[in-house]
């Protein structure tokens, strides 16, 4: 069993950067692929970031370049880095557990926090 607590959101103006961190509960956190998550209101979850176990992260084309998602397997936490932020990124940001490899699908998540909200002025 994992749980995680999100952390770091707020409201900013286009073009301000903002640290999101999610906090794991556990003994193995280290074991996890972890997974960033985001839903606009009226709109479908949307993929964020993912990083495994080993480091291997992976991104969608909409936040590649500003977005950047990190792990600290001593203090059972994963970071999202977000520079650059435009409007289009405001929404509610989770981040997301499994054991399984690293993955776009939220299906293939099994633990979620309880989201952190995130609103970009323009």
């Known amino acids: 069993q994992v749980q995680l607590v999100e952390s770091g959101g707020g409201l900013v103006q286009a073009g301000d950067s903002l640290r999101l961190s999610c906090a794991a509960s556990?003994?193995?956190?280290?074991?996890?692929?972890m997974g960033w998550f985001r839903q606009a209101p009226g709109k479908e979850r949307e993929f964020v970031a993912v990083i495994s176990w080993s480091g291997s992260r992976y991104y969608p084309d909409s936040v590649k370049g500003r977005f950047t998602i990190s792990r600290d397997n001593a203090e059972n936490t994963v970071y999202l880095q977000m520079n650059s932020l435009k409007p289009e990124d405001t929404a509610v940001y989770s981040c997301?557990?499994?054991?399984?490899?690293?993955?776009?699908?939220?299906?293939?998540?099994?633990?979620w926090g309880q989201g952190t909200q995130v609103t970009v002025s323009s």
């Open positions: 997301a557990a499994t054991l399984r490899g690293p993955s776009r699908g939220s299906y293939e998540y099994d633990y």
């Open positions: 556990g003994r193995t956190f280290h074991s996890y692929t």
